[in-house]
């Protein structure tokens, strides 16, 4: 049984991320840029499926401008047996991510699609759900447990209430969040190793997946400036500042 | 894992080391690593550099520019009082035309793909902690830092052990107090006969201000307030396009005022009004820290030893009065890759021929410069002047002293007036600053900043210096608290920018700064 796992190419999470100065967008100049964390979770449960017999190949797979190799690279180093990338230079919608996935899944027959719940850029977090609604698939989305037994995998979901245990059929899509699992270091030689894997190059052209309409960014704003906290002296000014403010 | 060459840094020189071994024998196996999270994340300049040694490493480098590259255009050098600025002759050395503004960070995040092109393995994220030796006593490569290490130094459950990178020649381009070099130093006494190596603390932020205050390509130099006379620093504002500027600070390690607070003269810079009518109601993009070497000619160590060899800030071939390293590390790289590629890999000879190239010859002439200034700003001028007059051929060469040593103790400096600005410019303090240099560790690690004896910090500096190290640290990570088990030093090893001065200024020698886990450490944008 193959995984195919996508990962997205996004601003480093350390990166103090800037507003250009005509709100256009975020500031990617000179910015570090590396793997959407969420997939990087996902490749490591991959591995770890693959460690446990469960499956034999992994494929890591990224829509995204040439330099999204890199991203390929990582996952290739981390384990990864080869690679896809589906090259575009236009900003990519979650509908058009999921199309393309969907198209790769019924041409890969992954037995597991993998991904992030959500990628940490834009926060949609609807990839997943819509590549799963087209392949015409079971989705388990916010995985932090995953346990696969022949032809299903038993799911533990991250829910508002708590954990919820489902179980699906296989192929299906799970998305995965932060608890599932710690992702391993990347070893040199394993960067090394990395460098002779395969990357296929197509483009969503190529593969005859209709990319959804772009939507228009009217404009990009930092959140408002916090304003600076008070010292209070005793619980009763703490009260009546409360108070004061229609709080209590 | 074995390669031809192995380079420390993938900095300036560092990186044209390796394009120019390339460049030279396309079947040298050339691997450099880099401890930042990615090339260029660890480097801060100015900068101001001459672009004649990128013009002879990659000619046409002028039609595809790195980011952050403008032309320099006007120069000018000014004395400040605490409100007042004069403009003072433009000394030789500080004429930029034809030199450019970059952001060297930009610069080497630029020159790494054009490195793979031809062939180079450059690896960020790996730290070389150690450096391997084989049974002769040459240096035979370097080992990664383990990785996944607990702070009480117990594997984790990712714990992955760091490899060996054997080479037939190592490289050491770490960067100003390189952590390797600085054992390497003492290992092969490469210091022997040279005057102690100098240093300064430069502090840097580039801020995006409101439309029409640039000029693009104007440089400013200042001497003069906020520091006393008898403390050497100066300042600099360097305009960029898109409404970008540069501002920074140095401060020469050799200060002796033990209560001197560099990261407060840097934000009282600031505070000029000249320099503040530029910033106000503009943001902070990015800032940092870094130490600079500034001992020049007669504190360079031998650059070679068995099996390796040095390039670049780590031995230190800084132009000081230039204010400007960039060029000489990247020409250091170039000998000696041409070294190296001529005498298969064998760095014996490659001193001497450093020392007689240009960049020894430009190195010994301004050689008498800053040292001049030991006996205070006035002294160091004239000094700067008949040195400059004479092309550095008066028959002497000026002592240099370590910077460590050069503290007075509580009490016994003469406290200067400082008469500080109130500040309302961002950051406040050193916290809100270090969250501009985006620093990265892993909290649960060991501590990389070792201190062979805290029991001095309680005792022994508390009352002679005061606890220097809470002040001159531009990143607050050394702070003394009071808790139940009573005073005592605490290490914020998480905040560390990795500029290295506590190494360079602890009056006791005993702060040594080792690499913490590969890929920690701060993630400069555009420094």
Redesign the interface.
């Known amino acids: 049984m193959k995984a195919m796992v996508c990962v997205k190419r996004v601003v480093?999470y350390?990166?103090?991320i800037?507003v250009k100065?005509d709100e256009s967008g975020v500031v990617t100049?000179?910015?570090?840029m590396s793997m959407n964390p969420f997939d990087e979770i996902a490749v490591e449960e991959a591995l770890r499926l693959k460690e446990a017999g469960k499956i034999d190949e992994i494929i890591a797979v990224t829509i995204g401008p040439q330099q999204a190799q890199e991203q390929l690279r990582t996952a290739l180093a981390m384990g990864a047996d080869r690679a896809i990338l589906v090259q575009t230079d236009e900003a990519v919608q979650p509908l058009t991510a999921a199309r393309v996935f969907a198209e790769l899944a019924g041409k890969e027959e992954p037995g597991v699609v993998l991904m992030g719940k959500q990628a940490i850029d834009d926060d949609q977090g609807q990839t997943g759900q819509m590549t799963a609604a087209l392949w015409q698939r079971p989705q388990a989305t916010f995985a932090s447990k995953v346990e696969i037994e022949g032809e299903s995998a038993k799911v533990t979901r991250e829910i508002d209430a708590g954990l919820e245990t489902i179980e699906v059929d296989l192929p299906a899509v799970i998305t995965t969040d932060l608890r599932l699992n710690?992702?391993?270091?990347?070893?040199?030689?394993d960067?090394?190793k990395a460098k002779k894997k395969t990357i296929d190059n197509t483009t969503v052209e190529e593969l005859g997946v209709e990319a959804a309409k772009p939507l228009k960014v009217t404009r990009t704003a930092p959140p408002p400036a916090r304003q600076g906290g008070k010292k209070v002296e005793s619980v009763q000014e703490l009260v009546s500042e409360l108070k004061n403010k229609g709080l209590i | 894992m074995e390669y031809d060459a192995v380079i420390v840094g993938a900095g300036p020189a560092g990186l044209a080391t390796a394009i120019r071994l390339k460049q030279l024998n396309s079947d040298t196996e050339v691997c450099v690593i880099e401890k930042a999270s990615e090339v260029g994340a660890q480097i801060l300049a100015g900068a101001v550099i001459e672009p004649e040694p990128l013009d002879e490493l990659l000619p046409g480098w002028r039609d595809n520019p790195p980011n952050m590259c403008v032309p320099a255009g006007k120069d000018e050098f000014l004395f400040l009082g605490k409100s007042g600025a004069t403009r003072m002759p433009l000394p030789p050395q500080m004429h930029n035309r034809g030199n450019f503004i970059v952001s060297l960070g930009a610069v080497c995040k630029w020159l790494a793909p054009q490195a793979e092109e031809l062939g180079v393995e450059i690896y960020p994220g790996f730290a070389a902690a150690d450096t391997l030796f084989d049974d002769d006593g040459n240096v035979a490569g370097v080992r990664i830092g383990d990785m996944g290490v607990a702070r009480d130094g117990s594997e984790k459950s990712g714990y992955t052990p760091g490899v060996d990178i054997r080479a037939k020649v190592t490289v050491f381009a770490e960067g100003c107090r390189g952590s390797l070099t600085k054992q390497l130093i003492r290992r092969y006494e490469l210091d022997e006969g040279k005057s102690p190596q100098t240093y300064g603390i430069g502090f840097k932020e580039l801020w995006q201000v409101p439309d029409g205050r640039t000029e693009t390509g104007r440089i400013t130099h200042t001497i003069g307030w906020p520091v006393d006379r008898r403390t050497y620093g100066g300042g600099f504002v360097y305009h960029y396009d898109d409404n970008r500027v540069a501002v920074g600070y140095v401060v020469g390690l050799d200060y002796e005022d033990p209560n001197l607070f560099p990261f407060e003269l840097f934000q009282q810079f600031k505070h000029h009004p000249q320099i503040k009518r530029l910033l106000e109601g503009g943001k902070i993009l990015s800032s940092g820290a870094r130490a600079i070497v500034e001992g020049g000619w007669q504190a360079m160590p031998t650059m070679e030893m068995p099996g390796a060899l040095m390039v670049g800030d780590c031995g230190g071939t800084l132009n000081v009065p230039k204010i400007k390293g960039t060029h000489t590390a990247m020409r250091s790289g170039m000998i000696a890759a041409e070294h190296l590629a001529g005498d298969e890999l064998s760095p014996r000879g490659y001193d001497a021929k450093l020392r007689a190239s240009a960049v020894g010859r430009e190195l010994y002439q301004v050689r008498n410069i800053r040292p001049g200034f030991h006996k205070g700003l006035w002294r160091g001028l004239i000094n700067a002047a008949v040195e400059t007059v004479t092309g550095g051929r008066l028959p002497r060469t000026l002592e240099t002293r370590a910077d460590w040593s050069s503290l007075q103790k509580v009490g016994e400096y003469p406290a200067p007036e400082r008469d500080f600005y109130q500040r309302d410019l961002p950051p406040k303090d050193r916290l809100q600053s270090v969250y501009f240099a985006a620093t990265e560790h892993d909290e649960d690690q060991p501590v990389h900043l070792k201190v062979a004896d805290t029991d001095i910090c309680v005792s022994r500096c508390r009352e002679e210096y005061n606890n220097p190290c809470t002040r001159f640290c531009p990143a607050n990570v050394y702070e003394m608290v009071e808790d139940e088990q009573g005073l005592r030093l605490q290490i914020n090893a998480a905040n560390c920018v990795h500029c290295k001065t506590c190494d360079i200024k602890d009056p006791y020698e005993i702060i040594t700064w080792v690499t913490p886990e590969g890929g920690s450490g701060p993630n400069y944008q555009n420094l």
């Open positions: 480093d350390n990166v103090r800037q100065p100049e000179g910015v570090k710690e992702p391993r270091y990347v070893k040199l030689p960067i090394m």
